[in-house]
């Protein structure tokens, strides 16, 4: 079974949250995914970041955070945001009656 972990769990486990690093110890590495959506939001904030840095320090980490980032999403299989992946997201918030989140790339929305 694939466990698809989202951006809140990602963050959490970039934290050392023990009860999430628990939860992924009893599932498999060919079990644990992304979607690339999770990817998205975390390589955008990590570049707001550098983006927004004051500092040459500040700059420093931002980049040593954006390639701590790009080196995990390298170990995890990542889910693509294809036609069917979007058919479902919006099938899934109408049977919820949930808006279906926005998804910003380079200004364009997907």
């Known amino acids: ?7 809140d769990h990602i963050s959490l486990l970039q934290r050392r949250n023990a009860n999430v690093i628990a939860r992924l110890e009893r599932i498999s590495l060919d079990e644990r995914a992304v979607t690339i959506i999770t990817v998205i ?10 983006h927004h840095a004051t500092s040459e320090a500040d700059v420093a980490r931002g980049c040593e955070r954006l ?18 992946a979007h058919s479902s997201l919006l099938t899934y918030a109408v049977s919820k009656s949930v808006l279906a989140p926005k998804i910003y790339v380079s200004r364009r929305l997907l």
Do not use: C, K, N, W
């Not at 079974?1 to 951006?7: E, N, Q, V």
């Not at 939001?41 to 550098?50: C, H």
């Open 67 to 84: 390639q701590e980032t790009m080196g995990f999403y390298a170990s995890i299989y990542v889910l693509p945001y294809d036609v069917e």
């Open 1 to 7: 079974m694939l466990h698809i972990f989202d951006t």
């Open 41 to 50: 939001e975390q390589i955008q904030g990590r570049l707001a970041v550098i």
